[in-house]
């Protein structure tokens, strides 16, 4: 029997370290649940394409996650 384990893109806003860190411990808690939760913290270095990661990680997942925060809402309306 093969097993296959789900992958989730996590995209978030970057507002400030309490909501980066809110993400980071919801991403880890989705891999601990047996989720290939995938997160820039995880992959993207400095320097590193972040679109070109952004945009391989939503052709490759089966779903995607979007965590943004109210502020960042309140100032894209």
Known sequence: ?????????????HDDQAHKKWVLELAQRLRNSGIDAILDQFRVGLGDDLGGFMEK???ESDRIIMAVSYTHLRAHE
Do not use: D, H, R
């Open 1 to 13: 029997m093969t097993i296959t384990v789900p992958k989730v893109f996590v995209s978030y806003s």
């Open 57 to 59: 990680s939503v052709a």
